[in-house]
């Protein structure tokens, strides 16, 4: 191989491995995740940059298309503005990264902004820096190189202070809660110019120089019309810092004054609310800011406007709570954390529930109907039944009347014989004044013997509501047979009635409870009318059977064929030429409204027997 030949190989090596390692090393590049610095203002808890720092990496999280090393510092040193402890700060940075810069910067908050600012030139100044939740006049633009960006917000203090005049125009003074660090005093005395023209109409009281503890003595003790403006107090009076959310809720707890403020990481149920700077909308302007550097714009090309404050926002809470009508409230106010009617809530619930109870009560409804139409009806039937009943004892009344003019003239002739044996007594000339005596009282016995009939007879016919009364089943009966023995007598029945020596005691109407004893013996009578006068026998009886009274009544007629002991219950069910066929149905009727039970048999020797059974009173022990 010649010279140029061995010369031209070793060109083409080289090449190829130049070639090689420059392919390799961007491809291990572009592999490698971007590396981010996150620099916080005085600690990564402070509000409300720490809010905007977290809601930035949810954002790159989400929209990053490189992997992402994302390493967060606070820059404590802000807090006193320590220049000396800045500088190794700075080159604790500066030797973490020595090897390789990192490939973006973003500081949040005006602190951190200061900090890079004033350490651009040592601190990776080819580095990209997006300056961020920074109001406009902290930014020194004359430091701002061609690697930086800004995502700056603008704070407009007679904006925010005349949202609270506006709400509570009443409002005389205005307590200012706010820290004491170089931070804050930039903000002290931006808000004492702005706040100058207000000044006469509103008392501004500054708190920047008390520690926390008597800020909150002092809210506690605020004169009426007052409000507070909450500044978060960063470092206070006496160097104590105040990150997160207590030292808000601590003031809210003791204040007794409507509480405002300027962003909405403050908005968590303290602040009554107004026009303020978002957080979601800074963290994602400065994603969209920090992305675009990623994908390798030159930051200083990158020109984002200052961010406004969006629609005002306002928490209905604390709007109840101080009694401010939303009728104040500038258009389109975004009214948050509004407590929803028991309707919203439970609109279904209520509806389903109405519905039941709309379902039910129409049930209950219709069935009170039916029930006060059913109680209507049985009270009719009951009316109509003893209406029937009054004509059925009318109808026999027609047959018992031949016995009761038998029954009243046997009375009544004997009062007339009676009478004329005292005339004749009396006109003698020595009255015996003895037998005069006992004449007169036959006259009387006889006298109560008729009235007696006929108080019996209109008590069985008196038109009487259905009432029941405790009775003795027992006397019922007596009273009956007494009654019907007369009748028993002319048609040639043998009347005998065995009375229980056990009272019986049950609640029925006495009326209709006869009229049931008179129209079975009546029955029974009918029905041994053919029979041979010495054969026609009739047993009253009652007993007690468990807890029912019963009465029997057998007679030595035909009897009851098994197959009609029902039918003869029946309306119109009758064997007998001038039958109606309504008394046993009647008496069914009678002795069922008494809770009780009529039943036909036949005895084994022939003729009938007819037995009810009703219910007995019975006291416990019985
Ligand atoms: P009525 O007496 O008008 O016929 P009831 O309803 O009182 O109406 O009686 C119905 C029928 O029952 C009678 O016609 C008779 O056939 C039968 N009956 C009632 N009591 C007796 C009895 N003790 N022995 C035989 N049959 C009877």
Not at 33 to 46: A, D, E, T, W
């Amino acid at each position: 191989m010649d010279s140029w030949t061995t010369r031209l190989l070793m060109v083409t090596r080289l090449l190829i491995f130049g070639c090689a390692v420059l392919l390799f090393s961007s491809i291990s590049r572009a592999s490698e995740p971007k590396r981010v610095i996150v620099l916080h203002s005085y600690g990564q808890n402070f509000k409300p940059w720490g809010e905007y720092a977290k809601a930035l990496r949810q954002e790159l999280e989400g929209r990053s298309q490189w992997a992402l090393d994302v390493q967060d510092f606070s820059v404590i040193t802000a807090r006193s503005e320590d220049e000396r402890a800045e500088v190794e700060f700075s080159n604790y940075l500066r030797a973490l990264f020595s090897h390789q810069a990192p490939d973006l910067i973003v500081a949040f908050g005006a602190p951190a902004g200061a900090f890079v600012q004033r350490q651009r030139a040592q601190l990776f100044p080819n580095a990209p820096v997006v300056l961020s939740a920074i109001d406009e006049r902290r930014v020194q633009d004359a430091a701002l190189t061609k690697n930086d960006a800004v995502v700056a917000v603008r704070q407009d203090v007679p904006v925010l202070f005349g949202n609270i005049l506006r709400l509570l125009p009443e409002t005389k003074t205005i307590a200012v809660v706010i820290g004491n660090s170089p931070n804050e005093r930039f903000w002290i005395a931006e808000m004492k110019r702005k706040l100058e023209p207000l000044s006469d109409r509103v008392q501004f009281l500054f708190l920047n120089d008390l520690s926390f503890e008597d800020v909150l003595k002092r809210a506690a003790s605020l004169p009426p019309h007052s409000a507070i403006w909450w500044n978060q107090p960063q470092v206070d009076a006496v160097g104590a810092v105040h990150d997160g959310e207590r030292a808000l809720k601590e003031l809210y707890a003791v204040a007794d004054a409507p509480i405002f403020s300027y962003d909405d990481s403050f908005l968590r149920g303290e602040i009554v609310g107004g026009p303020m700077t978002s957080v979601a909308d800074g963290a994602r302007a400065t994603a969209n800011v920090a992305l675009r550097i990623l994908a390798g714009e030159i930051p200083g090309d990158i020109k984002t406007p200052v961010l406004q404050y969006g629609p005002p926002k306002y928490d209905w809470r604390q709007l109840q709570r101080w009694g401010i009508s939303e009728t104040l409230l500038p258009p389109g106010s975004q009214i948050y954390f509004r407590e929803s009617t028991i309707w919203q809530k439970y609109g279904w619930q209520i509806a389903l529930a109405s519905l039941i109870i709309l379902v039910q009560s129409a049930l209950i409804g219709r069935l009170l109907f039916v029930q006060r139409q059913r109680q209507y009806a049985e009270s009719q039937a009951r009316q109509r039944t003893a209406d029937l009943a009054r004509a059925n004892r009318f109808s026999m009344a027609g047959e018992l009347t031949t016995l009761i003019a038998h029954e009243i003239n046997q009375p009544l002739a004997a009062i007339l014989t009676n009478a004329e044996t005292l005339e004749l007594v009396l006109r003698s000339s020595g009255p015996e004044m003895d037998e005069a005596r006992e004449i007169v009282a036959d006259i009387r016995r006889d006298n109560e013997r008729a009235s007696e009939v006929i108080r019996r007879l209109r008590s069985l016919l008196k038109k009487t509501p259905f009432e029941l009364n405790s009775l003795n089943l027992n006397d019922i009966v007596r009273e009956a047979t007494e009654f019907l023995s007369a009748l028993a007598a002319a048609r040639g029945v043998t009347l005998t009635s065995l009375i229980s020596p056990i009272a019986l005691p049950i609640k029925g109407d006495k009326t209709q409870l006869q009229q049931v004893i008179v129209n079975l013996v009546t029955n029974a009578m009918d029905a041994m009318s053919d029979l041979p006068a010495g054969k026609r026998r009739l047993t009253i009886s009652t007993r007690r059977a468990d807890n029912l009274g019963e009465v029997s009544m057998a007679d030595t007629g035909p009897g009851i064929p098994p197959e009609k002991a029902k039918d003869v219950f029946e309306p119109f069910f009758t064997t007998k030429p001038q039958g109606m066929g309504m008394g046993l149905s009647i008496a069914r009727t009678i002795i069922e409204a008494h809770q009780g039970q009529i039943l036909a048999e036949s005895e084994t020797t022939g003729g009938a027997v007819f037995r009810i059974r009703l219910p007995l009173v019975l006291s416990n022990s019985e």
